[in-house]
């Protein structure tokens, strides 16, 4: 006779200190049904089959119709989603996986986990090449219908969410962390937008805080949630690698950024091109590698407004932008406008939709 729902019961029984993926296991090889609570005979069979005895006694205490009606309510009051390997809504490559996470915490759209994605991820400390490169090809991946997965951290990271969302396209970060935890703490309003646009999802209950040990677990979840993984820079022992290391792991398809022999932040990505991953000097390698994959449609990318013909000046300004961000001071110069009259000029183009504003005063075409 079911106490409450299966997947109910497998999310509240995920939430009881000491279960993790490995008890979860365990039980449901003992034959746990999560749709009731257990009778004595079935948990001296848990502890035959390796749950400690603390454990099970955590669990006798918690495992109640009022902790499954608890945790379910804390969910939905903090807006989050919890998908379990029994629901249909379970991202179909991730559950392909040796040890796939028996349940997702998510919040935003859960329908971003279901389209192809493909992860880009690096050094949180990129070069202005790095970041460049990085919102070329991500935003590429956004234009293609793709999802971009990454990890919401500094760098590399941060920058390929942005571009994602810039692009009007897809997004998903992985976090190390409980999935209502923002880290790092600077990337608050990014976190926000990518819930908002995108999905933000941790295998790890609500609340749990950062721990070292936690990120290289939520690597194999950005790989795993992607046909391929893309490094853009990398150092030697870059934890980037691990997911790369990861992909190959799980039989997708590694990609690497070529860089300068002299940058140390290129010398983890060289030596993934030495070791066979696909070298990418433009977004057409990496389709050229994924071309048997069902391709998604495109986003619809909002572009200049109708209407919004450009005036002189403005046009003259805009000549000079391009790919490469520039700051008011080089635009200055290279205008010969006061300071005044160029900030009124930018202004005006943001509006209608040609230049985008980056941090420190930087602008670049659209």
């Keep these: 006779m079911?106490?409450?729902?299966?997947?109910?019961?497998?999310?509240?029984?995920?939430?009881?200190?000491?279960?993790?993926w490995g008890t979860l296991d365990k039980l449901r090889q003992a034959g746990w049904d999560p749709g009731r609570p257990p009778e004595k005979e079935e948990m001296k069979t848990w502890r035959k089959a390796g749950v400690s005895s603390a454990t099970i006694g955590r669990?006798?205490?918690?495992?109640?119709?009022?902790?499954?009606?608890?945790?379910?309510?804390?969910?939905?009051?903090?807006?989050?989603?919890?998908?379990?390997?029994?629901?249909?809504?379970?991202?179909?490559?991730?559950?392909?996986?040796?040890?796939?996470?028996?349940v997702l915490y998510v919040r935003g759209d859960v329908s971003h986990l279901q389209g192809p994605g493909l992860a880009v991820v690096g050094t949180r400390k990129p070069t202005s090449y790095g970041k460049r490169v990085t919102r070329q090809l991500a935003g590429n991946i956004a234009d293609r219908g793709w999802?971009?997965?990454?990890?919401?951290?500094?760098?590399?990271?941060?920058?390929?969410?942005r571009a994602a969302l810039e692009a009007?396209?897809?997004?998903?970060?992985?976090?190390?962390?409980?999935?209502?935890?923002?880290?790092?703490?600077?990337?608050r309003d990014l976190y926000k937008e990518v819930v908002r646009k995108g999905a933000v999802i941790s295998e790890v209950p609500p609340g749990t805080e950062p721990r070292p040990g936690l990120f290289p677990r939520r690597n194999r979840i950005i790989s795993g949630l992607s046909w391929g993984t893309l490094v853009v820079e990398a150092a030697e022992k870059s934890g980037s690698l691990i997911t790369a290391h990861h992909s190959l792991e799980q039989g997708r398809e590694v990609f690497a950024v070529p860089g300068p022999v002299?940058?140390?932040?290129?010398?983890?990505?060289?030596?993934?091109?030495?070791?066979?991953?696909?070298?990418?000097?433009?977004?057409?390698?990496?389709?050229?590698?994924?071309?048997h994959v069902p391709q998604p449609e495109a986003p619809l990318r909002e572009g200049p407004l109708?209407?919004?013909?450009?005036?002189?000046?403005?046009?003259?300004?805009?000549?000079?932008?391009?790919?490469?961000?520039?700051?008011?001071?080089?635009?200055?110069d290279r205008s010969d406008l006061p300071l005044g009259e160029l900030h009124r000029q930018l202004l005006q183009l943001q509006v209608k939709g040609w230049v985008r504003q980056l941090p420190g005063a930087q602008f670049v075409k659209k």
């Design 262 to 291: 002299t940058s140390a932040w290129s010398r983890g990505t060289n030596r993934l091109i030495q070791e066979g991953a696909k070298c990418v000097i433009d977004a057409d390698d990496l389709w050229m590698e994924l071309n």
């Design 2 to 20: 079911r106490a409450w729902d299966e997947r109910e019961g497998l999310v509240a029984m995920h939430q009881i200190r000491g279960v993790g």
């Design 147 to 161: 999802t971009v997965v990454s990890g919401l951290a500094a760098g590399v990271d941060g920058e390929a969410h």
């Design 59 to 102: 669990i006798r205490e918690k495992w109640t119709p009022r902790w499954v009606e608890r945790v379910s309510r804390e969910l939905e009051k903090r807006e989050i989603r919890a998908v379990t390997l029994l629901d249909g809504e379970y991202p179909p490559l991730l559950g392909q996986l040796p040890q796939p996470p028996w």
């Design 168 to 187: 009007g396209g897809r997004t998903v970060a992985v976090l190390g962390c409980g999935v209502d935890v923002v880290y790092p703490r600077h990337h």
């Design 306 to 332: 109708p209407g919004t013909e450009l005036q002189p000046q403005e046009q003259v300004l805009l000549d000079l932008l391009g790919e490469e961000p520039l700051t008011v001071d080089s635009l200055a």
